[in-house]
């Protein structure tokens, strides 16, 4: 048990489910009455609701009336709400605001969600129903004809045509990966929770402008002010402290800190988690008749094969590559010029880069940054939804909290009708894990009502100090916008079926809203109404504002490189490590880097050991590459808005909604895109986008 974990909670028979056993929670919206709900409650809320769905299911099953779309598929769709309910709430707390007590739970409830969810799938009566329905016979609408395809390409893609040995089998190596991919999530959590690096010399903060020190000042408080200043692990934070600080002694400890997150060698090291993770998965595809988990992974997706993806990343990958090398002789250039006797390290790309940035487009992000406060960018990013999608938002004051950081907003549509809440939870803690996410406690439906949704972004943003306002980056104003565009994925759902709400669509698919979305915070008219300084209102300089646009495509052999080589390893390992007994995956990194040549300047994105898009769950496994995927969707979707003449042309932005943001899973992607653009993308609108086109 590590320092970080609480001893393993069990649920008694008698013991106390709290709120989670009210029907109907007398709260605004409908929220989870968060201040209520203790970490005792959760295991027993589990239990029970488990019990109810295992009810439910038997029932569906067993009935003994000819199998049809009413009585097993809508039936299944309609079973499960209270599990879904506690769910919700218990796994965007474990991911956004965690204790030692609800990680015990997480590390006992996920492998029996698991195998629950396993013996739905694997139950033969049930595939024997569903199996039996004639979506002609019955004159089945599209709708219902497309949550039968997807159940009955669920129940076979886990297991449901397998021998019952290999069903066994199939069942136990689900309850491990939970566990597996829990412990992964909660050491990588430990590792960054862990680690700071003080600053307490004023020669520590060397180079760091006014908004870093404060920053950092707030991070050294929020962690009981042992020391003046310091940097954590958090992206936020780190990440500028390797652009300004001109310790380079002090860069290379932070980035050698960030980069070996999860292979630390004590009990937060996941090496052997991700050994025995390849080794499952492959066996698994195996068992279901794929050469590869990644070819199993990709047969469900826009994508098709691993080849298909392979093929996009090699594509970006050399003139990637080639720019990265330009760009490396430019900053070893500088680095020359400023007396530097060294070689250009990882730890030093980003600090001469910005450099580099200011010599060739004189722009520094600590210019940018104060016309960028954090209530101008939700400002910015609520009137795009406003002028694409006649939304409007309205700020709660008294609602329900898991943690007083959280804000809300009801939002409605053009006529006034209730399209669904929005949560914003925008800062930097060490009870949140890493990174930028979208989630639901409430997905849309109408099938015997309907539900609005209620949809949480979460961000790591580092807080201002008390009684100033929280000032972006560039980059944080994207992270902000993607997310954003991702909520309003899953607000806009406009479907009767839960299985089809929302963002539960290919996960190359998927990004595709949000990385969209990125391109209208780069629109000057945008910049021009929200981007204001955050102390005088002044909008930005126009000639800021056109050499911040300038610089869009500066750095972009880096980054290019940088996110392709995790695409590209994520695809090797599940293509080339399956089932090895004594994978090393630090080995097997190096190696796959090597065979593409990866620049020994440059690191992956996200290494192994703290990959948790791949590792925490399957989500996005063998499917890293979807970022990219949806990359070349997105450039040439706003091409369409180009093309009309106007980033909001309301005809363009209506088939936007009705085929991408509102239609959910209703279509497969090709589909749904050919029905907003008239046909599929090309590559080219991308190439442009980042700069690599020849």
């Not at 449901?160 to 597996?180: F, H, N, Q, S, T």
């Not at 020669?203 to 940097?231: C, M, N, T, Y």
């Not at 803690?429 to 930028?436: E, F, H, I, Y």
């Not at 192994?608 to 496994?621: E, L, R, T």
């Amino acid at each position: 048990m590590t320092a970080n974990q609480a001893p393993e909670i069990q649920a008694g028979p008698a013991a106390d489910a709290g709120p989670f056993a009210e029907a109907v929670w007398a709260t605004p919206y409908c929220l989870p009455p968060f201040e209520r709900i203790r970490p005792e409650h959760y295991l027993p809320a589990f239990e029970r609701a488990i019990a109810a769905h295992e009810a439910e299911i038997a029932t569906i099953a067993g009935d003994a009336r000819t199998p049809d779309f009413a009585n097993t598929v809508a039936a299944l769709e309609r079973a499960g709400q209270d599990l879904d309910r506690v769910a919700s709430v218990f796994f965007n707390l474990s991911g956004s605001h965690t204790n030692p007590e609800l990680q015990a739970v997480e590390r006992t409830i996920t492998p029996r969600l698991a195998r629950h969810g396993s013996a739905i799938y694997l139950n033969a009566a049930l595939w024997a129903r569903i199996s039996a329905i004639d979506p002609n016979a019955e004159a089945l609408g599209d709708e219902e004809r497309r949550v039968l395809d997807r159940y009955r390409t669920r129940f076979r893609r886990a297991g449901a045509d397998l021998a019952p040995e290999a069903k066994e089998r199939m069942a136990a190596m689900a309850g491990r990966l939970a566990e597996l991919g829990t412990s992964f999530s909660q050491n990588l959590l430990a590792d960054e929770s862990s680690f700071v690096l003080p600053l307490d010399g004023e020669d520590d903060l060397a180079g760091l402008p006014p908004f870093l020190r404060a920053a950092a000042a707030s991070a050294a408080e929020a962690r009981g002010g042992e020391h003046r200043h310091v940097i954590t692990l958090s992206r936020s934070l780190i990440e500028p402290f390797l652009v300004f600080s001109t310790r380079r002694d002090l860069r290379e400890r932070a980035y050698e800190a960030w980069i070996r997150r999860g292979e630390g060698g004590g009990p937060t090291d996941n090496r052997a988690i991700i050994r025995e993770i390849i080794a499952l998965r492959a066996e698994r595809a195996r068992l279901l008749g794929y050469e590869s988990f990644a070819h199993f992974k990709l047969a469900d997706t826009m994508a098709k094969s691993p080849d298909s993806a392979m093929d996009l990343l090699r594509a970006v990958w050399a003139p990637a590559r080639a720019r990265a090398a330009a760009e490396r002789d430019r900053l070893q250039a500088i680095v020359q010029a400023d007396g530097g006797n060294f070689a250009l390290a990882r730890h030093d790309w980003r600090h001469y880069a910005e450099k580099l940035r200011r010599a060739e487009h004189d722009l520094d992000e600590g210019e940018i940054k104060p016309y960028l406060p954090l209530e101008g960018v939700i400002a910015a990013a609520f009137d795009t939804a406003s002028r694409l999608f006649g939304l409007r938002f309205e700020e709660l004051s008294d609602f329900p909290r898991y943690h007083p950081d959280v804000r809300a907003w009801a939002v409605r549509d053009a006529d006034g009708s209730e399209v669904g809440l929005f949560l914003g939870d925008y800062f930097a803690r060490s009870s949140k894990r890493s990174g930028a996410w979208m989630s639901a406690f409430r997905s849309q439906e109408r099938l015997d009502d309907d539900i609005r949704p209620i949809i949480v972004n979460v961000m790591n943003f580092a807080r201002a100090p008390e009684g100033e306002p929280t000032l972006l980056s560039f980059d944080d104003a994207r992270t902000l916008f993607h997310e954003f565009g991702h909520a309003l994925h899953g607000l806009l759902s406009d479907v009767t079926y839960p299985l089809l709400a929302g963002t539960a669509v290919s996960g190359d698919f998927v990004e595709l809203p949000s990385q969209l979305y990125e391109h209208w915070l780069e629109q000057p008219d945008v910049l021009r109404a929200y981007a204001r300084h955050y102390q005088t209102g002044e909008p930005m300089p126009e000639d800021l504002l056109n050499r911040l646009l300038a610089a869009r495509s500066f750095n972009q052999g880096f980054s290019t490189v940088e996110y392709t080589s995790s695409a590209i390893v994520d695809m090797t390992l599940h293509l080339s490590a399956a089932g090895e007994d004594g994978l090393d995956v630090i080995a097997f990194e190096a190696d796959a880097l090597e065979r593409i040549a990866m620049p020994a300047e440059i690191a992956m994105r996200h290494r192994s050991p703290h990959f948790a898009h791949i590792f925490s769950g399957d989500g996005y496994a063998a499917g890293y590459y979807s970022y990219l995927w949806s990359e070349v969707l997105d450039a040439d979707a706003f091409d369409a808005f180009r093309e009309a003449g106007d980033i909001f042309d309301p005809e363009t932005a209506a088939r936007l909604r009705k085929f991408v943001y509102g239609a959910g899973n209703l279509r497969d992607p090709s589909e749904a895109y050919t029905a907003f653009r008239g046909r599929l993308p090309s590559i080219d609108p991308l190439l442009r986008k980042r700069g690599l086109a020849a």
